[in-house]
Structures are given as structure tokens and as C-alpha cells.
């Protein structure tokens, strides 16, 4: 552990109270002390500076990002970073042993670490927040604790299982101590990111001062602005114009409405017993009210009483359900796919590819696989390599939509749809244009076990330049149209193969071919029709011509 470390985490001389006195030696001594070992990393000139920048650095922590000005006490300017935090996105700081120094630590960056947090009341502990573990993730549930209460952890080990919304990964510990608190136990759900977890302490006799800890409401918003003190009023002797009388606000109407019914008691009673609407009715009595002899004498020309409203709200049959709730999948599933469908403009392209020759070479393919001990190809597999190696013939299909230009990928990384019981998984097969048909097939089946059993990590479903659903093979589904996985522009729909009578060769001739019908979707922003039909080309000629993919 590094002596920076053991400063923040903590330090006999900030619990005596002499972190004023450090802080007033030569900023030199400073710099030179939390920076040692990383000088190759960082200026000194950027680290006086940020030391120039922070009034104390123990005792009030200041944020430093421009929507903020005030002071944040549950937010150090030193923290540690999490290791499924990627490096590339801490911008201009150090990591050195796990320590991350920000330049530029802003609210959104601290809902990603774990924060020393400084309470006077209590001894120094760490408040653990919810994790984001994808770029997509809001919030998360906890799945359950493999460690409890009291327990000591250690740098590595895993605290608990947290649900996202792509899959469940597991939390590791960065520091030791003690796990003093769990704020929010097993199967909690929607926790949002950068909630208070758990606490942690370095001393175990602290444990139990946390007993009934609970962490403070921290908003994501604009700090509240005091309401304006109301200034003392000034005595002004100031010659007042005389006023125009002021108008008599005009009296209420003692009309009764239009709409009033008037019904004498027993009436109404008689009325109401035999389910009769009064509106319906022409009264006899005084001034049109309705009386007794009313509703009898409607009641004796045989009309029908309207239904009661219990009746009336009564269903007619009983209806038998189960609420299902939805999984965390489910949900980012549902709103991205909306998402997909209102902002994107679909467009699709469908052709028929001839696929004799893929299975003729598959069969041969297998044969080779089973002597060698290989696992078996799949037809899945060829349409995956056909579909990198066009995206790699036509690149414009292998880009992605912004308001300000369209990003064109030069790595193919495709998506394979994969159906759980859990929700739909897409986990992504890299270099597909790069690799053999072996190395897809055994990415594809190792890829989709762990989606099942949903242990799929960030990498290994992010990161995807186009994507591949498959019907046809597994569930014989003809023809359909797929929804766009943003933020790519394009998904191909593969349906079955069957067997068709076409023209042979000679005049009155007929032979069977099989033929699989493919429908690409394509984001019109992005992908023309032309270059959409292009590729659709290419993916057909690789299909009707296998052989040349081997090349």
C-alpha cells in the first residue's frame, strides 16, 4: 500500500487535528509527498496547480466542476477508482497502486468511486456507492452480499453480486477493512448509481458506532438557493394619489342550475330503492318538482329500472392472470428498442440467398471438426463470417449515427442475439472478419452459455459495430423484420431455409434448391439504399459462393 493511500484512508495526524499544520508546510513538500513514484506520470507544474486550487484538502472538500460552486463534503477530491472503471475515461490524472489523482473531478466522475468520506460524528469510514458497469446502466439492483456485516475484507474479494442492466457482475473490494454497514441488503432493487451501498472502516471496535447508520440524501441536482432575506422596510413619507373607489364585487346568483332535479324526500327515496333516474322523469308538483305519484306512475308503465352501479361495475367474466415483474434486462431492453423504433428510420432490404453450397460445405466443414475433436459449425457461424466480410467490402454499413458526422468503424465486431430466460442478450464476437470458422463457432457458443447463465461481463456485450439475429435455425421462423440495436445502423434477420422448385438448366427442366430468405434493416441517416443493397450483394455472393470466404 502506498503512503498516499494510508493518508486518505487514514492518518493519526488528522485524527489529532494536525492536518492544519500539514497543510502549511512548502507546497514542494506537498507535491513531492502524495506524487512520489509517479513523476513520470505527472507534472509538478499540474499538481501545484491543483494544490494552489483546494483551500484544505482534509477538511472541506471543494468540487471542482463548473455546474458546482459550493462546497461537498461527501465528495474528496482524492478517491479510488474501481477496477471495472476503464483507465481511458479518468481524463488527465494518475493511477498509481489503484489510487486515482483527478485534475478535474466533477459529480458525475464521483458516483463511479469510492468516496473518504469525513463526518464529525463519526470515525473515518468509506461510503461504497453503486457502481456504473456500463455506459448504459442507471441503476441497479443487489443480487446478494457474499460478505455480511462485521466481516473483514481484503483488496480483491468480492463484497456482492450487482444486477445491471445488461448482466450480473461482481463487486470487488480495493482496500482493507471492515464491513461496518450494508445500507442496501440482498434483492434490493433500482438502487441508482452512485447510492451509498455500504460502509466500510479500517478498525473493527468501529464497527459498531455504524449500527444505526444512515447515509445522507445526496441530489443530483443544483444546490438550493437560500430564500431571500426580506429587507427591513424604509419609513417614506411619500404623498399618495387618491384612489378610484374600488368596484363592489357583484353578489352569486341565487338561480338554482338548470341541471338540479327537485324531488321531494320521499320521492328520492322511492327513486333510488327502485333504481329509477330522476332526470329521466317529468314532474307534477309544485314548480315541476317530481313527487310520489311520479315515480309510481312510472314505475306502473312498465319501464325498466336503469342498473345499479354495482352492476353496472361488475365484470362479466372473472379473468385469471399473473403479474410478472420485469427483470432489469427487460426494462433497458424495452426502452432502448422504443427508443430504436421512434428515433431511427427503419428502412429493410430482403433477398433470397441459395444456400446448397453453404451446407454441402458445412457438412464437409463438420467432418473435418469431428476428426480432429473440434466443435461442430453451425450455419449461424458461415452467416456471421459472410456478414463481417461484407461489412469489411461495403464499410459505409459498418457506421454509426451523431448529430455531427458518422462514425465509421474500422474493426467488425458483430452482435449475436441470444434468448434467455432472463431477456434478450447480444454478446459481441471480435475481429469476426479476422477470425476462422472454428474460433466464431467456439466465441459463439461460449458467448451464449454465459449469457443463460448470466455471467456475461461489460466487454463481452459492448463494443458491437452490427448485429445478427437468427430465427430461422432454431425456431423456423420464415421472414421478419428486426429492430436496430443502437447506436449501430444496421441488423440482419436471418429466417429458415427451405427447399424450392426452380428452372433447371435446360428448356422444361425443374430441380429443389433451398433457399434462405435475409432482411437487413438499415438506419437511413446512415446507410443509403443503394449501399444497403450493395451489402446485401456482397452477404449474398459469400452465401451462394462459401468457398470464397475460406480465402
Same mark, same amino acid.
Given at each position: 500500500?502506498?503512503?498516499?493511500?494510508?493518508?486518505?484512508r487514514h492518518s493519526k495526524q488528522l485524527r489529532n487535528g494536525n492536518a492544519s499544520g500539514l497543510l502549511r508546510q512548502d507546497q514542494a513538500i506537498l507535491v513531492r509527498w502524495f506524487t512520489h513514484g509517479t513523476r513520470s506520470i505527472t507534472s509538478k507544474g499540474d499538481d501545484v496547480l491543483k494544490h494552489r486550487q483546494i483551500?484544505?484538502?482534509?477538511? =472541506?472538500?471543494?468540487?471542482?466542476?463548473?455546474? &458546482?460552486?459550493?462546497?461537498?463534503?461527501?465528495?474528496?477530491? /482524492?478517491?479510488?477508482g474501481y477496477r471495472v472503471v476503464n483507465s481511458t475515461k479518468v481524463q488527465n490524472g494518475l493511477a498509481a497502486s489503484g489510487l486515482v489523482f483527478s485534475r478535474a473531478i466533477t459529480c458525475s466522475d464521483v458516483q463511479l468511486r469510492r468516496s473518504f468520506a469525513t463526518n464529525s460524528d463519526l470515525p473515518p469510514h468509506q461510503?461504497?456507492?453503486?457502481?456504473?458497469?456500463?455506459?448504459?446502466?442507471?441503476?441497479?439492483?443487489?443480487?446478494?452480499?457474499?460478505?455480511? =456485516?462485521?466481516?473483514?475484507?481484503?483488496?480483491?474479494?468480492?463484497? &456482492?453480486e450487482v444486477e445491471t442492466d445488461k448482466a450480473t457482475v461482481e463487486m470487488e473490494c480495493m482496500e482493507e477493512g471492515y464491513l461496518a454497514k450494508i445500507i442496501h441488503g440482498d434483492g434490493a432493487k433500482e438502487i441508482k448509481v452512485g447510492e451509498v451501498i455500504a460502509i466500510t472502516v479500517e478498525d473493527k471496535d468501529e %464497527?459498531?458506532?455504524?449500527?444505526?447508520?444512515?447515509?445522507?440524501?445526496?441530489?443530483?441536482?443544483?444546490?438550493?438557493?437560500?430564500?431571500?432575506?426580506?429587507?427591513?422596510?424604509?419609513?417614506?413619507?411619500?404623498?399618495?394619489?387618491?384612489?378610484?373607489?374600488?368596484?363592489?364585487?357583484?353578489?352569486?346568483?341565487?338561480?338554482?342550475?338548470?341541471?338540479?332535479?327537485? +324531488?321531494?324526500?320521499? +320521492?328520492?327515496?322511492?327513486? #333510488?330503492?327502485?333504481?329509477?333516474?330522476?332526470?329521466?322523469?317529468?314532474?307534477?308538483?309544485?314548480?315541476?318538482?317530481?313527487?310520489?305519484?311520479? %315515480?309510481?306512475?312510472?314505475?306502473?308503465?312498465?319501464?325498466?329500472?336503469?342498473?345499479?352501479?354495482?352492476?353496472?361495475? !361488475?365484470?362479466?367474466?372473472?379473468?385469471?392472470?399473473?403479474?410478472?415483474?420485469?427483470?432489469?434486462?427487460?426494462?433497458?431492453?424495452?426502452?432502448?428498442?422504443?427508443?430504436?423504433?421512434?428515433?431511427?428510420?427503419?428502412?429493410?432490404?430482403?433477398?433470397?440467398?441459395?444456400?446448397?453450397?453453404?451446407?454441402?460445405?458445412?457438412?464437409?466443414?463438420?467432418?473435418?471438426? #469431428?476428426?480432429?475433436?473440434?466443435?461442430?459449425?453451425?450455419?449461424?457461424?458461415?452467416?456471421?463470417?459472410?456478414?463481417?466480410?461484407?461489412?469489411?467490402?461495403?464499410?459505409?454499413?459498418?457506421?454509426?449515427?451523431?448529430?455531427?458526422?458518422?462514425?465509421?468503424?474500422?474493426?467488425?465486431?458483430?452482435?449475436?442475439?441470444?434468448?434467455?430466460?432472463?431477456?434478450?442478450?447480444?454478446?459481441?464476437?471480435?475481429?469476426?472478419?479476422?477470425?476462422?470458422?472454428?474460433? %466464431?463457432? =467456439?466465441?459463439?457458443?461460449?458467448?451464449?452459455?454465459?449469457?443463460? #447463465?448470466?455471467?456475461?461481463?461489460? !466487454?463481452?456485450? #459492448?463494443?458491437?459495430?452490427?448485429?445478427?439475429?437468427?430465427?430461422?435455425?432454431? /425456431?423456423?421462423?420464415?421472414?421478419?423484420?428486426?429492430?436496430?440495436?443502437?447506436?449501430?445502423?444496421?441488423?440482419?434477420?436471418?429466417?429458415?431455409?427451405?427447399?424450392?422448385?426452380?428452372?433447371?438448366?435446360? +428448356?422444361?427442366?425443374?430441380?429443389?434448391?433451398?433457399?434462405?430468405?435475409?432482411?437487413?434493416?438499415?438506419?437511413?441517416?446512415?446507410?443509403?439504399?443503394?449501399?444497403?443493397?450493395?451489402?446485401?450483394?456482397? /452477404?449474398?455472393?459469400?452465401?451462394?459462393?462459401? =468457398?470464397?470466404?475460406?480465402?
Amino acid at each position: 500500500m502506498t503512503f498516499a493511500s494510508h493518508v486518505f484512508r487514514h492518518s493519526k495526524q488528522l485524527r489529532n487535528g494536525n492536518a492544519s499544520g500539514l497543510l502549511r508546510q512548502d507546497q514542494a513538500i506537498l507535491v513531492r509527498w502524495f506524487t512520489h513514484g509517479t513523476r513520470s506520470i505527472t507534472s509538478k507544474g499540474d499538481d501545484v496547480l491543483k494544490h494552489r486550487q483546494i483551500n484544505n484538502v482534509f477538511g =472541506e472538500n471543494v468540487c471542482l466542476c463548473k455546474s &458546482c460552486t459550493r462546497s461537498v463534503s461527501s465528495t474528496p477530491v /482524492f478517491t479510488r477508482g474501481y477496477r471495472v472503471v476503464n483507465s481511458t475515461k479518468v481524463q488527465n490524472g494518475l493511477a498509481a497502486s489503484g489510487l486515482v489523482f483527478s485534475r478535474a473531478i466533477t459529480c458525475s466522475d464521483v458516483q463511479l468511486r469510492r468516496s473518504f468520506a469525513t463526518n464529525s460524528d463519526l470515525p473515518p469510514h468509506q461510503e461504497l456507492g453503486m457502481p456504473s458497469l456500463s455506459p448504459t446502466m442507471t441503476e441497479g439492483n443487489i443480487a446478494r452480499w457474499l460478505k455480511k =456485516e462485521g466481516d473483514q475484507v481484503a483488496p480483491g474479494e468480492v463484497l &456482492c453480486e450487482v444486477e445491471t442492466d445488461k448482466a450480473t457482475v461482481e463487486m470487488e473490494c480495493m482496500e482493507e477493512g471492515y464491513l461496518a454497514k450494508i445500507i442496501h441488503g440482498d434483492g434490493a432493487k433500482e438502487i441508482k448509481v452512485g447510492e451509498v451501498i455500504a460502509i466500510t472502516v479500517e478498525d473493527k471496535d468501529e %464497527i459498531e458506532k455504524f449500527k444505526d447508520y444512515k447515509p445522507e440524501a445526496s441530489g443530483g441536482g443544483p444546490p438550493p438557493t437560500p430564500p431571500a432575506e426580506s429587507a427591513p422596510a424604509k419609513e417614506e413619507v411619500v404623498e399618495k394619489s387618491p384612489s378610484p373607489p374600488e368596484p363592489k364585487p357583484a353578489k352569486p346568483s341565487t338561480a338554482p342550475p338548470t341541471d338540479r332535479v327537485f +324531488a321531494s324526500p320521499l +320521492a328520492r327515496n322511492l327513486a #333510488e330503492d327502485n333504481n329509477v333516474p330522476l332526470s329521466s322523469i317529468k314532474g307534477t308538483g309544485p314548480d315541476g318538482s317530481i313527487v310520489k305519484a311520479d %315515480i309510481e306512475e312510472y314505475l306502473a308503465s312498465g319501464k325498466k329500472a336503469a342498473p345499479s352501479k354495482a352492476d353496472s361495475k !361488475a365484470p362479466v367474466s372473472a379473468i385469471n392472470y399473473t403479474d410478472i415483474p420485469n427483470s432489469q434486462i427487460r426494462k433497458v431492453t424495452a426502452s432502448r428498442l422504443l427508443m430504436s423504433k421512434q428515433t431511427i428510420p427503419h428502412y429493410y432490404l430482403t433477398v433470397d440467398t441459395c444456400v446448397d453450397k453453404l451446407t454441402k460445405l458445412r457438412a464437409e466443414l463438420n467432418a473435418l471438426q #469431428e476428426a480432429s475433436g473440434g466443435k461442430k459449425i453451425s450455419i449461424n457461424d458461415l452467416v456471421i463470417k459472410a456478414a463481417a466480410l461484407a461489412l469489411r467490402k461495403v464499410p459505409q454499413c459498418n457506421s454509426s449515427w451523431t448529430n455531427d458526422y458518422i462514425r465509421q468503424f474500422h474493426e467488425v465486431h458483430i452482435n449475436v442475439a441470444v434468448q434467455t430466460d432472463n431477456g434478450l442478450f447480444v454478446p459481441v464476437v471480435r475481429d469476426a472478419d479476422k477470425k476462422g470458422l472454428s474460433a %466464431i463457432s =467456439e466465441d459463439v457458443k461460449s458467448l451464449a452459455k454465459k449469457a443463460r #447463465e448470466n455471467s456475461l461481463k461489460p !466487454a463481452e456485450y #459492448e463494443g458491437g459495430t452490427f448485429t445478427v439475429s437468427n430465427l430461422g435455425g432454431p /425456431f423456423g421462423v420464415k421472414q421478419f423484420c428486426a429492430i436496430i440495436n443502437p447506436p449501430q445502423a444496421g441488423i440482419l434477420a436471418v429466417g429458415s431455409a427451405e427447399k424450392r422448385v426452380i428452372p433447371g438448366s435446360a +428448356a422444361g427442366e425443374f430441380k429443389f434448391a433451398s433457399y434462405m430468405a435475409v432482411t437487413l434493416s438499415c438506419d437511413h441517416r446512415v446507410i443509403d439504399g443503394a449501399i444497403g443493397a450493395e451489402w446485401l450483394k456482397a /452477404f449474398k455472393g459469400y452465401i451462394e459462393n462459401p =468457398e470464397t470466404m475460406l480465402l
